[in-house]
């Protein structure tokens, strides 16, 4: 294009070749970057520095949201813990009458001591109020409660086991032995379905999971310094300002040069 510029200007082209020239140079791509047919390598340099600075924070956003995703995951959820809830709570009362009365079978005392508590909660709730006035009402209905919930949870259950007691030869043991597996096989079971449970089993593949991506996310920290430096090098070089206006103007020398041309035919 510049050597048809010089013979159009020293009138060493036909007049077809210089209109054809002309209507080229007018129908030329201004992005076509025609004047630095060659890109620099300096600004090559940059480009490319700047790119993969891009690509590795655009990495790092992903390894991030995925080590999120991945705590997130390894959490127990609400619908879990109340699935749980509606497992672990009998299985503690059936856990808590079994402790009860092999505490009987063998004299631990923890049977004494849940007397002890429900009397002292008896007489905390029936003399609340000073023994009458709202207060004392509501103690009272409270204790109520306490009496058929404990009735129903842990006397009758325990009464029968204490009945069993009596008619198995040998209770301590037999029954020992029994209600001991029962108590593990609940407390397993109770783990094994809950969401801590899950959360347990998960743990260690996503706890390496999690580390692999930490390990990716230093890795591109590290590249981003590297390439900040080199990012910096090429910056300060005598020549980048240069270049860099030379590069990012030639389209505005372009459409100089055209409108030269314009002038030059008369157009």
Do not use: C
Request: aromatic share 8%; proline share 3%; charged share 25%.
């Amino acid at each position: 294009m510049a050597q048809e510029q010089e013979n159009l200007k020293q009138g060493n082209v036909r007049d077809n070749d210089a209109e054809a020239s002309f209507q080229a140079f007018l129908d030329m791509d201004i992005g076509a970057k025609p004047y630095l047919v060659i890109q620099p390598q300096l600004l090559i340099n940059e480009e490319r520095a700047v790119k993969e600075i891009d690509e590795a924070e655009a990495s790092i956003r992903y390894y991030e949201k995925e080590i999120r995703s991945i705590r997130k995951s390894g959490l127990p959820t609400l619908m879990g813990n109340l699935w749980h809830l509606i497992i672990l709570i009998p299985a503690l009362l059936v856990i808590h009458v079994l402790v009860l009365h092999l505490s009987e079978l063998y004299g631990w005392g923890f049977t004494e001591r849940l007397d002890t508590l429900l009397d002292t909660i008896q007489t905390t709730l029936t003399t609340a109020g000073g023994g009458e006035g709202l207060l004392h009402m509501a103690g009272t209905v409270l204790w109520a409660l306490v009496t058929i919930i404990v009735g129903i949870t842990v006397a009758i259950p325990l009464n029968i086991l204490d009945f069993l007691s009596i008619i198995i030869p040998d209770a301590p043991v037999l029954m020992g032995i029994a209600e001991g597996l029962a108590i593990t096989a609940i407390a397993v079971f109770a783990i094994y379905t809950s969401p801590i449970g899950d959360y347990l089993k998960q743990r260690k593949e996503l706890k390496e999971t999690a580390a692999e991506y930490a390990s990716k996310i230093r890795q591109k920290r590290e590249l981003i310094k590297e390439k900040q430096v080199e990012l910096k090098q090429i910056r300060s070089h005598p020549q980048y300002e240069e270049l860099s206006d030379l590069w990012l103007h030639q389209d505005e020398r372009l459409e100089a040069d055209r409108r030269k041309l314009r002038e030059y035919f008369g157009h």
